[in-house]
Protein backbone atom coordinates (compact mmCIF):
# COMPACT_ATOMS: atom_id res chain seq x y z
CA UNK A 1 0.00 0.00 0.00
CA UNK A 2 1.20 3.56 -0.43
CA UNK A 3 2.85 4.94 2.37
CA UNK A 4 4.54 8.41 2.48
CA UNK A 5 8.32 8.41 4.26
CA UNK A 6 9.36 11.53 5.35
CA UNK A 7 13.01 12.49 5.77
CA UNK A 8 14.90 13.34 8.36
CA UNK A 9 13.19 11.32 11.02
CA UNK A 10 14.28 14.09 13.22
CA UNK A 11 15.63 18.07 12.98
CA UNK A 12 17.11 20.40 15.32
CA UNK A 13 17.65 23.64 14.53
CA UNK A 14 18.88 27.29 15.93
CA UNK A 15 16.10 29.84 15.39
CA UNK A 16 16.19 31.62 12.37
CA UNK A 17 17.67 29.24 10.44
CA UNK A 18 15.61 27.46 7.77
CA UNK A 19 14.22 23.67 7.72
CA UNK A 20 13.79 21.55 5.10
CA UNK A 21 11.72 18.63 5.32
CA UNK A 22 11.29 15.79 2.59
CA UNK A 23 8.65 13.54 2.29
CA UNK A 24 8.50 10.58 -0.43
CA UNK A 25 5.44 8.57 -1.45
CA UNK A 26 4.41 5.41 -3.78
CA UNK A 27 2.19 5.82 -5.78
CA UNK A 28 0.34 8.52 -8.27
CA UNK A 29 -1.72 11.24 -6.62
CA UNK A 30 -3.82 14.30 -7.11
CA UNK A 31 -2.61 16.43 -4.37
CA UNK A 32 0.26 16.33 -1.33
CA UNK A 33 -0.54 18.23 1.91
CA UNK A 34 1.50 18.96 4.98
CA UNK A 35 0.00 18.92 8.49
CA UNK A 36 1.82 20.02 11.37
CA UNK A 37 1.09 18.51 15.02
CA UNK A 38 2.28 20.04 18.23
CA UNK A 39 2.88 17.60 20.70
CA UNK A 40 -0.09 16.12 22.49
CA UNK A 41 -2.12 17.85 19.83
CA UNK A 42 -4.15 17.10 17.04
CA UNK A 43 -3.41 17.66 13.23
CA UNK A 44 -2.75 21.50 11.93
CA UNK A 45 -3.33 21.62 8.09
CA UNK A 46 -0.72 23.88 6.53
CA UNK A 47 -0.90 23.89 2.76
CA UNK A 48 -1.84 21.54 -0.31
CA UNK A 49 -0.38 21.12 -3.29
CA UNK A 50 -1.74 19.68 -6.26
CA UNK A 51 -0.43 17.14 -8.65
CA UNK A 52 -0.42 19.52 -11.41
CA UNK A 53 2.07 21.66 -9.62
CA UNK A 54 5.33 22.40 -9.06
CA UNK A 55 5.86 25.08 -5.82
CA UNK A 56 3.83 26.48 -3.78
CA UNK A 57 4.18 29.45 -1.36
CA UNK A 58 2.36 30.44 1.96
CA UNK A 59 3.87 32.73 4.22
CA UNK A 60 7.15 31.00 5.53
CA UNK A 61 6.21 28.18 4.19
CA UNK A 62 7.67 26.82 0.31
CA UNK A 63 6.34 23.13 -0.20
CA UNK A 64 7.44 21.90 -3.53
CA UNK A 65 6.30 18.69 -5.92
CA UNK A 66 8.46 16.14 -8.43
CA UNK A 67 5.98 13.80 -9.29
CA UNK A 68 8.40 11.89 -11.64
CA UNK A 69 10.31 11.47 -8.21
CA UNK A 70 7.69 10.94 -5.55
CA UNK A 71 8.63 13.32 -3.68
CA UNK A 72 7.80 16.70 -1.72
CA UNK A 73 9.66 19.10 0.31
CA UNK A 74 8.71 21.47 2.88
CA UNK A 75 10.77 24.43 3.60
CA UNK A 76 10.58 26.66 6.56
CA UNK A 77 11.88 29.67 6.17
CA UNK A 78 13.46 31.80 9.45
CA UNK A 79 12.31 29.17 12.28
CA UNK A 80 11.25 30.05 15.07
CA UNK A 81 10.85 28.27 18.60
CA UNK A 82 7.28 28.32 17.99
CA UNK A 83 7.88 26.18 14.66
CA UNK A 84 8.82 23.15 17.04
CA UNK A 85 6.51 20.28 16.23
CA UNK A 86 6.09 17.22 13.86
CA UNK A 87 5.38 17.49 10.48
CA UNK A 88 3.67 15.09 8.35
CA UNK A 89 2.99 14.79 4.26
CA UNK A 90 0.02 13.04 3.55
CA UNK A 91 -0.92 11.87 -0.04
CA UNK A 92 -4.16 10.98 -1.66
CA UNK A 93 -4.45 8.28 -3.97
CA UNK A 94 -5.51 8.77 -7.53
CA UNK A 95 -8.22 6.45 -7.93
CA UNK A 96 -9.33 7.03 -4.01
CA UNK A 97 -9.36 10.36 -2.53
CA UNK A 98 -11.79 9.50 0.29
CA UNK A 99 -8.73 8.91 2.54
CA UNK A 100 -5.20 10.43 3.34
CA UNK A 101 -2.42 8.16 3.47
CA UNK A 102 -0.08 10.04 6.46
CA UNK A 103 4.06 9.64 6.28
CA UNK A 104 6.00 9.48 9.71
CA UNK A 105 6.35 12.73 10.57
CA UNK A 106 9.86 14.52 10.76
CA UNK A 107 10.45 16.14 14.25
CA UNK A 108 10.97 19.78 14.40
CA UNK A 109 13.26 20.93 17.45
CA UNK A 110 13.81 24.98 16.94
CA UNK A 111 15.96 26.46 19.88
CA UNK A 112 15.60 30.05 20.96
CA UNK B 1 -17.45 27.68 15.17
CA UNK B 2 -16.12 25.54 18.17
CA UNK B 3 -14.27 22.73 15.43
CA UNK B 4 -14.21 19.80 15.27
CA UNK B 5 -14.57 18.47 18.78
CA UNK B 6 -12.91 14.81 20.32
CA UNK B 7 -14.41 13.32 23.65
CA UNK B 8 -13.35 12.26 26.09
CA UNK B 9 -9.43 13.74 25.52
CA UNK B 10 -7.71 11.12 27.72
CA UNK B 11 -9.96 7.72 28.39
CA UNK B 12 -8.23 4.86 30.20
CA UNK B 13 -9.68 1.52 30.27
CA UNK B 14 -8.85 -1.75 31.56
CA UNK B 15 -8.05 -5.11 29.67
CA UNK B 16 -11.63 -6.37 28.11
CA UNK B 17 -13.72 -3.03 28.94
CA UNK B 18 -15.54 -0.93 25.79
CA UNK B 19 -13.65 2.50 24.85
CA UNK B 20 -15.86 4.67 22.65
CA UNK B 21 -14.63 7.68 22.05
CA UNK B 22 -17.03 10.56 20.35
CA UNK B 23 -16.34 13.21 17.77
CA UNK B 24 -18.35 15.98 16.88
CA UNK B 25 -17.47 17.34 13.55
CA UNK B 26 -17.41 21.55 12.34
CA UNK B 27 -21.21 22.86 11.85
CA UNK B 28 -22.29 21.95 8.22
CA UNK B 29 -19.74 19.26 7.96
CA UNK B 30 -21.43 15.76 7.28
CA UNK B 31 -17.93 13.72 6.37
CA UNK B 32 -16.37 12.43 9.68
CA UNK B 33 -13.07 10.30 9.45
CA UNK B 34 -11.50 8.05 12.22
CA UNK B 35 -7.64 7.68 12.14
CA UNK B 36 -5.50 6.42 14.95
CA UNK B 37 -1.79 7.25 15.82
CA UNK B 38 0.55 4.81 17.80
CA UNK B 39 3.34 6.27 19.58
CA UNK B 40 5.91 7.87 17.33
CA UNK B 41 3.92 6.90 13.92
CA UNK B 42 2.08 8.60 11.28
CA UNK B 43 -1.77 8.53 11.32
CA UNK B 44 -3.68 5.29 10.04
CA UNK B 45 -7.03 5.54 8.29
CA UNK B 46 -9.40 3.50 9.65
CA UNK B 47 -12.98 4.21 8.35
CA UNK B 48 -15.10 7.11 6.27
CA UNK B 49 -18.87 7.92 7.08
CA UNK B 50 -21.17 9.85 6.45
CA UNK B 51 -24.52 10.58 8.18
CA UNK B 52 -26.08 7.30 8.75
CA UNK B 53 -23.68 5.57 6.07
CA UNK B 54 -20.21 3.97 6.27
CA UNK B 55 -18.33 4.73 3.33
CA UNK B 56 -15.27 2.89 3.97
CA UNK B 57 -13.59 1.16 6.63
CA UNK B 58 -10.90 -0.30 4.76
CA UNK B 59 -8.69 0.49 7.77
CA UNK B 60 -10.74 -0.62 10.74
CA UNK B 61 -10.07 -4.21 12.29
CA UNK B 62 -12.10 -6.72 11.09
CA UNK B 63 -13.15 -7.63 15.24
CA UNK B 64 -13.97 -5.04 18.01
CA UNK B 65 -14.36 -1.90 16.15
CA UNK B 66 -17.20 -0.18 14.94
CA UNK B 67 -18.20 3.43 13.98
CA UNK B 68 -21.38 5.22 13.49
CA UNK B 69 -22.16 8.25 12.57
CA UNK B 70 -26.46 9.22 13.53
CA UNK B 71 -28.65 11.32 11.74
CA UNK B 72 -28.23 12.81 15.11
CA UNK B 73 -25.28 13.40 17.79
CA UNK B 74 -21.62 12.71 17.34
CA UNK B 75 -19.73 9.93 15.31
CA UNK B 76 -19.09 7.41 17.83
CA UNK B 77 -15.69 4.98 17.34
CA UNK B 78 -16.30 1.99 19.85
CA UNK B 79 -13.96 -0.77 20.67
CA UNK B 80 -14.87 -3.92 22.77
CA UNK B 81 -13.13 -5.83 24.83
CA UNK B 82 -10.20 -3.78 24.91
CA UNK B 83 -5.89 -5.19 24.43
CA UNK B 84 -2.76 -3.48 25.36
CA UNK B 85 -2.52 -3.37 21.35
CA UNK B 86 -5.47 -0.26 21.15
CA UNK B 87 -3.68 1.95 23.27
CA UNK B 88 -2.79 4.93 20.87
CA UNK B 89 -4.39 8.25 20.22
CA UNK B 90 -7.46 8.31 17.82
CA UNK B 91 -7.98 11.80 15.89
CA UNK B 92 -11.38 12.36 14.12
CA UNK B 93 -11.20 15.07 10.95
CA UNK B 94 -14.54 16.55 9.42
CA UNK B 95 -14.73 18.29 5.71
CA UNK B 96 -18.03 19.76 3.99
CA UNK B 97 -17.96 17.45 1.34
CA UNK B 98 -16.57 14.62 -0.40
CA UNK B 99 -13.29 15.13 -2.00
CA UNK B 100 -12.72 18.32 -0.02
CA UNK B 101 -8.78 18.80 0.93
CA UNK B 102 -7.62 20.35 4.14
CA UNK B 103 -9.32 18.08 6.67
CA UNK B 104 -9.91 20.08 9.76
CA UNK B 105 -8.95 17.36 12.70
CA UNK B 106 -10.53 17.47 16.25
CA UNK B 107 -7.39 17.02 19.46
CA UNK B 108 -7.91 13.89 19.48
CA UNK B 109 -8.90 10.83 21.94
CA UNK B 110 -5.77 9.35 24.20
CA UNK B 111 -6.75 5.62 25.16
CA UNK B 112 -4.94 3.71 27.13
CA UNK B 113 -5.47 0.13 28.35
CA UNK B 114 -4.12 -0.88 31.44
Known amino acids: SQQGEEDPQALSIQEGENATMNCSYK?????LQWYRQNSGRGLVHLILIRSNEREKHSGRLRVTLDTSKKSSSLLITASRAADTASYFC????????????FGTGTRLQVFP | NAGVMQNPRHLVRRRGQEARLRCSPMKGHSHVYWYRQLPEEGLKFMVYLQKENIIDESGMPKERFSAEFPKEGPSILRIQQVVRGDSAAYFC????????????FGSGTRLTVV
Open chain 1, 27 to 31: TSINN
Open chain 2, 93 to 104: ASSPRRNHYGYT
Open chain 1, 90 to 101: ATDAERDTDKLI
